[in-house]
């Protein structure tokens, strides 16, 4: 029966482009859709209408990944590496069901004492939508990393055209899209979606397959894991908490729509990462030779593409969004576009290191980078304001590669990663030289450098000869 099933993984293994650039492209559509939706929202609900929204879709995220103990980036790993059954996961994905339901019994009538009452239906809604959102991740990870990738990228994409169809059709031919008629529309496809999670993972044979799982036992080698997610919330937002307590409401609110336009593209990143953590993952499984140089120079490509195509189209973004008010947000999303390069990087990073076993390390990575954001930021964030806060947010990564590449230990992928960190920081020389003069110029010329290097990065191959990363993955599995 193993050697059967290893054979079967071996004809699924994917390249690194399905298992990670697919998951990307799902999340652009996913993200776009979402986009549209609150713009039709804002227009006919009121702007408070999307921060109930937001607040919703925040306290469905706390409560997915509070209940959920790191088991799904777990799976993602063990199941594409063998460690763990499809039957295992199918039960562990009903199991995660039967604890979000109970979760959510509770939380509706607490909402119903915190929110005002005539949005507590709309509120619950909405918050229903982004847990079961979260919940499919457990079902997705049966096909992460093989061939049949493509069908969670499909779902989504098709998802979020039914979601902004719908929304648009009330806004336009009805009588305009209110709070709860958005929030029904949130989680009526998010139902359909879990439902065709189900279904196109296989999740559902999965279940007439005997199979049983230690849970304690599971639980207890998802809590890295676990502990990893709690802080990415906290480092993800801890800038603007500390800028709060050295700025003006104004400054803050620049910085955080400054925030709130590279964000997507950060989401996108993690969800690559999740799909290379699958690939590098098959790779231990079924003993073909891992290359992590792969993965990173695919992050690092990925990277410059997304900062470039981020300042480019920054000039426009910020005059249709913001008009005449943008007031600093323009300079602050350029110097976040450097964040964004070197984020992709360290998504790349970070997925090598959990694919090589040490979850713990990765807790300790966050754990550095959590208290250099902190420190940069005091520092930072008082003489220079929301500038402070921006740059402490891009200084943050090279405390996060740093500490990725001394957990790794890998002296091939220091020589990939340091000239990769050097030219973006030469890139950041030209932007701040080119922002003396203009925001537009500087957004566009850098825009155009980032592009270029792109392009240099994925037509780039490696040298033949040149020294291979030494198999980190079977070190540790």
């Known amino acids: 029966m193993t050697s059967t099933e290893t054979v079967v993984e071996q004809q699924q293994r994917p390249s690194l482009k399905v298992a990670s650039g697919l998951l990307g492209v799902a999340t652009i559509f996913t993200r776009l859709s979402v986009l549209l939706v609150l713009a039709l929202l804002t227009r006919d609900a009121g702007v408070a209408s999307v921060g109930y929204y937001g607040l919703a879709t925040l306290t469905g995220s706390f409560v997915a990944v ?123 496809v998010a139902a359909l979606r879990s439902a065709a999670a189900l279904v196109a993972s296989g999740l559902w044979r999965q279940l007439r397959t005997p199979a049983h799982v230690a849970w304690v036992e599971k639980v207890r080698q998802a809590l890295p894991y676990y502990a990893s997610d709690l802080l990415g919330l906290m480092y993800f937002r801890g800038s603007v908490l500390i800028l709060a307590l050295f700025v003006s409401a104004a400054q803050v609110g620049e910085y955080v729509a400054a925030s709130a336009l590279v964000n997507p593209a950060v989401q996108v990143a993690a969800s690559m990462g999740v799909g290379a ?94 208290t250099g954001n902190v420190v940069l930021n005091l520092l930072l964030a008082r003489p220079f304001g929301a500038y402070g806060a921006a740059w402490a947010t891009v200084l943050t990564e090279l405390v996060v590669a740093g500490s990725l590449l001394w957990f790794i230990r890998d002296r091939a992928l220091v020589r990939l990663v340091v000239p990769a960190t050097v030219v973006v920081a030469a890139v950041g020389v030209v932007l701040v030289v080119f922002l003396t003069w203009s925001t537009t110029v500087a957004a566009v010329v850098t825009g155009v450098l980032f592009l270029a290097l792109a392009g240099a990065s994925f037509l780039s191959r490696p040298q033949r000869g040149a020294h291979r990363a030494p198999s980190i993955i079977k070190e540790y599995v």
């Open 277 to 370: 953590l699958a690939y590098a993952g098959r790779l231990a499984g079924d003993g073909a030779p891992d290359e992590p140089g792969t993965i990173f120079r695919f992050f690092r490509g990925a990277g410059y593409a997304a900062a470039g195509a981020l300042l480019i189209g920054l000039p426009l973004a910020t005059y249709i969004l913001f008009g005449d008010e943008s007031g600093s947000t323009p300079v602050l999303t350029a110097i976040l576009a450097l964040f964004l390069a070197l984020r992709f990087a360290n998504y790349g990073l970070s997925s090598i290191l959990l694919a090589a076993g040490q979850a713990g390390s990765r807790l300790l990575v966050l754990v550095f980078s959590i």
């Open 66 to 188: 509070g209940l959920s103990f790191g088991v799904p980036m777990y799976l993602t790993r063990d199941v594409a590496a063998g460690a763990v059954s499809r039957a295992q996961a199918a039960r562990v994905h009903v199991g995660r069901f039967v604890v979000l339901v109970a979760a959510m019994a509770l939380a509706y009538p607490i909402i119903g004492f915190t929110v005002p009452g005539g949005i507590v239906l709309g509120f619950f809604l909405f918050l229903v939508s982004s847990v079961l959102e979260q919940w499919n991740d457990t079902a997705w990870v049966l096909i992460r990393g093989t061939r049949t990738a493509w069908a969670e990228a499909l779902t989504n994409g098709v998802a979020g055209i039914v979601l902004v169809a719908v929304c648009a059709a009330d806004a336009w031919f009805f009588d305009g899209l209110t709070f709860t008629d958005a929030a029904v529309y949130f989680v009526v």
